[in-house]
């Protein structure tokens, strides 16, 4: 353990709990309106966790070798404010590319024959598709020696997980063993469906997965995973939330198991997307808290141990860049989960009940999708399906949770302004203004997307967008006032 690590922990022991307050008191105080869990919420949880106490101690020091800008940058991650990643110019994208592309030469060029990179290169069209690496040159935020880093660490680590052929292609499902297959169906890990208040994919951890699965399962999983969340562009461009669950710490692979953190830490660092945000949510049971019996506890070295072998843990898995975009949230299943609210995650999609049962019903439909993907790309087939719209996708249902998607509100604000307008025009006028709005909501980037007969988002044709927009006309007398939703 690092000595500002020590010194961090001895100083959150000594401080007295009282001066702890929460970085979010308005947040906390309308939680304490919203959170049930057999009574209300205590005071205790509302102040910082004991755990995340010691933890922005140790970040504090990591925050001095950074930048103003890269301070303020990695709080914006955390918070979901950092709207402007997704806006990067096309032209520092090429920028990027260009010095990324010079790093590997000369990296090409010093390597031995056997090298990772000189293999890429003479059997692997991916390795030199754009696209490919314009992940990782956005995974380092542009840096091209942080981006060649970890592009030179994903190659090797597919070659380790998965032999040659994830040098040639991307990892697709026909990949898995049968084990393989029990490991991602089992849900541990799961990308989901619904993304946060700015458009980030959420992907959620129980644990580092269940401990009758042995390493390689696990990873060859995640790894899949990981690379399923990249090819999203707005992804790419601001990051995933991480949410990793440590609820049951008898059985918990993340301390029980170093093999497990060593391979994990390997790929957290080669992700072909980076973490923009990573919440640890941990067991009541697992740290001590801030009331007067949970501070005697503290002071137990027992309690004082646990504290600190979680956060070795956690620091283990984590580079500096990972490390200041971590919280933690401590308490109950409800209460963790509830915390996630105030950045951005609906809790209501974290695929974990109150009691630690894993909901399978949204994994088993992404792993359905992915499957489809594969095999039409091995026939050669367009795959119309979008796995997980975004905001610049307006959804053409039913459903309050929809009127509230992001791209809603913006049809929904369209339609008020041009009402009036169209309740008087004849039937040839009405049908023009309509296609005004269809090609005005185009022009600002927005797509539209139907269920189709087995429940999965497609692009549907113009005329049934116009048919649909002329029903949601006539419903805007009686629309109310909806709030922008945090999550989609």
């Known amino acids: 353990m ?6 961090a922990t001895s100083r959150i022991f000594a401080l007295d709990n009282t001066q702890r307050q929460s970085p ?10 919203k959170v049930r869990d057999g009574g209300a919420l205590s005071e205790a949880r509302l102040e910082i966790p004991f755990l995340q106490g010691i933890w922005e101690s140790i ?8 930048t103003h800008f890269e301070r303020s940058e990695a709080k914006q991650d955390l918070m979901g404010k950092n709207v402007l990643a997704a806006s990067a110019p096309r032209t520092l994208t090429e920028v990027a590319l260009n010095a990324l592309n010079k790093v590997i030469d000369r990296r090409l060029q010093q390597q031995s024959p056997e090298g990772i990179l000189q293999v890429a290169a003479a059997k692997s069209p991916m390795y030199n598709d754009r696209d490919f690496r314009v992940m990782f040159a956005r995974a380092e935020r542009m840096n091209p020696t942080k981006a060649a880093d970890r592009l030179t660490a994903y190659l090797s680590y ?4 998965f032999g040659q052929e994830a040098l040639i292609q991307p990892v697709q499902t026909t990949a898995f063993t049968p084990i393989d297959e029990q490991v ?3 849900g541990w890990i799961q990308l989901l469906l619904t993304r946060d208040h700015i458009g980030r994919r959420i992907l959620v951890m129980e644990d580092l997965g269940p401990g009758d699965f042995s390493p390689p399962n696990k990873m060859r999983v995640a790894f899949f995973l990981l690379q399923a969340a990249a090819k999203d562009d707005d992804s790419q461009k601001m990051g995933i939330q991480v949410v990793l669950q440590i609820f049951d710490p008898v059985n918990s692979s993340l301390l029980n198991r170093p093999s497990i953190r060593e391979q994990f830490r390997r790929l957290f660092a080669c992700s072909p997307v980076r973490f923009s945000a990573i919440h640890i949510c941990v067991g009541e049971g697992m740290s001590s808290g801030t009331g007067a ?3 005697e506890v503290a002071a137990s070295t027992s309690s004082r141990n646990r504290d600190e072998e979680i956060i070795t843990c956690v620091e283990s898995l984590l580079g500096v860049d990972e490390r200041i ?8 299943i409800i209460e963790c989960h509830s915390r996630l609210s105030f950045f951005g995650i609906n809790p209501d999609t974290i695929p974990m009940t109150s009691t630690g049962r894993v909901k399978l019903k949204d994994h088993e439909k992404w792993i359905m999708i992915q499957v489809g993907r594969d095999r039409a790309y091995q026939q050669g087939r367009t795959f119309p399906i979008v796995e997980c719209p975004t905001n610049k996708h307006i959804l053409l249902v039913k459903g309050r949770h929809v009127a509230r998607h992001e791209g809603n509100m913006r049809l929904r604000s369209l339609l008020q302004e041009r009402y009036d307008e169209r309740n008087i025009a004849t039937r040839a006028q009405k049908i023009s203004i309509t296609s005004e709005v269809l090609e005005t909501l185009q022009d600002e980037g927005y797509t539209f997307l139907v269920k189709n007969n087995v429940d999965f988002w497609v692009i549907p044709d113009r005329k049934t967008v116009l048919e649909k927009l002329a029903i949601a006309f006539r419903t805007v007398p009686r629309l109310k006032p909806l709030s922008i939703a945090k999550t989609s």
């Not at 690092?2 to 010194?7: A, F, L, M, R, V």
């Not at 970040?59 to 950074?66: E, G, R, T």
């Not at 975009?325 to 109950?332: A, E, L, P, V, W």
């Open 158 to 161: 597919a070659n380790y997980l």
């Open 24 to 33: 979010l008191p308005g947040k906390m105080e309308e939680g304490k309106k």
């Open 184 to 186: 991602l169906r089992a």
């Open 59 to 66: 970040v504090a020091k990591d925050q001095q070798c950074l």
């Open 2 to 7: 690092s000595q500002h690590h020590d010194e």
């Open 293 to 295: 019996d949970e501070i």
């Open 325 to 332: 975009r971590t919280t933690f949230h401590s308490g109950s």
